[in-house]
Each structure stands twice: as structure tokens, then as C-alpha cells.
């Protein structure tokens, strides 16, 4: 079996407190991918896509963020690989000016979004305040931004709202369904559950033909 894509945890950092992040629960706040060591690991792996994630890896393009996100960006073109960014789209609603200059310098930027209700968002600790509005409308304006979801059993109204919305407007979405992050230890259950999550996919998509 080969590798198909790298995904560089550039940081542990979060501006966020998601409970079914094993970051969030197994690491110190302070650790970094020194962008020399993803060189060393793309010298041996490129051209493989690339995914940036952490953590949260906008934090890296606040100023005078050292090392910074441009620097991770940089080592990856320079072995001809396709670069995704992984966030959790608080700092490009809230610091829209410091982030515009990573949709041009990235092929996908990928927002990662469980839940629709702000209000929800807002009580597990992702967001300080509603951007729901702010991110569909990013989503919308830029044609290499999407979303993609954990699926928490909790969240299959959330996952199919985004689906629909995806499918509206010409837009890949993912959806992982890794029981680390939160789902039951039973298997019957987890087997059931993700049944059901495809079920309701697969009717949703044959609705839009």
C-alpha cells in the first residue's frame, strides 16, 4: 500500500475547544511542524497532495507568526504539490483582510464545519460569535473553498444541510466518519450509523438527479 497524500499537523494550537478533537485532548498547546521537517518528509514523498491542518494553521498567518503559514505554503510548491488548507473558518470570517491572500495562494481551502446552528457552535467552544453567514458566503465567493464535517451522530441534520448546500452551489464535500473522534465504541451502533448516513447521502443526491 502506498501513500496518497501528506497531511502535515502544522500546529497543536487552536483557537477552538471541539470536544471530539484528539489534539485538543493528548497534546501540549505549543508544538510545531518545523517547516524544514515537512522539506525532509516531502523529499521523500513528493508530488503528493498536501494538506495543512493542525491545530489551527490560520493562527500561522496572523502577523508576525513565526514560522508562518506562507512558509509551509512555500516548501510545498517548491516539489510541484497540490496544497489544502484545513480550518476551522473562524479567523477567515473574523480577520477577512489578514486571510485573503490564502486563496490565492492555496488549490483548496477546506472548512471544517459540524454544526449549522450558530448556537451550537457557539456552546461546544468553536465560535465566539455567529459566522455561519460569513462562512457560506466565503464558501460562495471563491471557487476553491468548501466544507467538510466529522460525523458525530448527533450532527446527520447538520451534515445533510451542508450537503444540499454543496450540491447547490457545484461544491465537494466530505464527510469522515472515524470513531477516535467521537463515536460509539459499539460496532453494531457505528456500523448502523454510518449506514444510515449513507443512505440518507445517496437519496439526497438522487433528489438533485
Known amino acids: 500500500m502506498s501513500a496518497t497524500t501528506v497531511f502535515a499537523y502544522l500546529t497543536t494550537k487552536c483557537n477552538a475547544k471541539c470536544s471530539f478533537c484528539f489534539l485538543s485532548r ?7 511542524l518545523k517547516p524544514k521537517e515537512l522539506e525532509a518528509w516531502l523529499e521523500l514523498l513528493r508530488p503528493l497532495p498536501v ?12 502577523p508576525n507568526s513565526k514560522p508562518s503559514l506562507m512558509e509551509y505554503v512555500q516548501v510545498a510548491r517548491s516539489f510541484n504539490c ?31 464545519l459540524e454544526y449549522v446552528q450558530p448556537s451550537r457552535n457557539i456552546a461546544v467552544g468553536r ?3 455567529d459566522i455561519m453567514q460569513d462562512l457560506f458566503t466565503i464558501a ?15 450532527n446527520l441534520g ?9 450540491l ?42
Open 26 to 32: 493528548e497534546y501540549s498547546p505549543d508544538l510545531f
Open 51 to 62: 494538506v495543512l491542518l493542525g491545530g489551527e494553521p490560520t493562527l500561522l498567518a496572523m
Open 82 to 112: 497540490r496544497v489544502t488548507l484545513e480550518t476551522n473558518g473562524l479567523l477567515l470570517a473574523l480577520e477577512k483582510d489578514l486571510m485573503s491572500p490564502l486563496y490565492g495562494a492555496l488549490d483548496n481551502v477546506s472548512i471544517s
Open 127 to 129: 465560535w465566539p460569535k
Open 140 to 154: 460562495a465567493d471563491h471557487h476553491n473553498v468548501s466544507f467538510t464535517s466529522v460525523y458525530l451522530y448527533e
Open 158 to 166: 447538520d451534515i445533510l444541510t451542508l450537503a444540499e448546500w454543496s
Open 168 to 209: 447547490i452551489h457545484d461544491k465537494p464535500y466530505l464527510v469522515k466518519c472515524d470513531k477516535a473522534m467521537g463515536q460509539s465504541d459499539k460496532p453494531d451502533e457505528t456500523r448502523e450509523a454510518v449506514n444510515m448516513l449513507y443512505r440518507y447521502l445517496y437519496m439526497l443526491l438522487k433528489s438533485y438527479g
